[in-house]
Nanobody, 114 residues
Framework: QVQLVESGGGLVQAGGSLRLSCAAS????????MGWYRQAPGKQRELVAV???????NYAESVKGRFTISRDNAKRTVSLQMNSLKPEDTAVYYC????????WGQGTQVTVSS
């Protein structure tokens, strides 16, 4: 059973930083694409950032230059460093794992106040 457990969400002022982390179990982590999606109220879930097993990254245009994804295969974790946060970054952030199937964590709330 795949489990993805997020941590690190919270409330921050615009311009601030947060770091999200996700611990994965039940999946061949080294071979999985790992990443982050988010869903704001009334909007569809959207890709934020993803890192393939080989290290290639893909970011949403809206977060390029502000967010950085990283993974630690030994610790089976993926992280998202979020800098220069904006109110429009407010959303529930979901950890993602992709390997034959797609998996998401329970989500962690990120709220950016103006």
């Amino acid at each position: 059973q795949v489990q993805l457990v997020e941590s690190g969400g919270g409330l921050v002022q615009a311009g601030g930083s947060l770091r999200l982390s996700c611990a994965a179990s039940g999946i061949s982590f080294n071979f999985a694409a790992m990443g982050w999606y988010r869903q704001a109220p009334g909007k569809q879930r959207e890709l934020v950032a993803v890192m393939a097993s080989g290290g290639t990254t893909n970011y949403a245009e809206s977060v390029k230059g502000r967010f950085t994804i990283s993974r630690d295969n030994a610790k089976r974790t993926v992280s998202l460093q979020m800098n220069s946060l904006k109110p429009e970054d407010t959303a529930v952030y979901y950890c993602y794992a992709g390997l034959a199937n797609n998996y998401w964590g329970q989500g962690t709330q990120v709220t950016v106040s103006s």
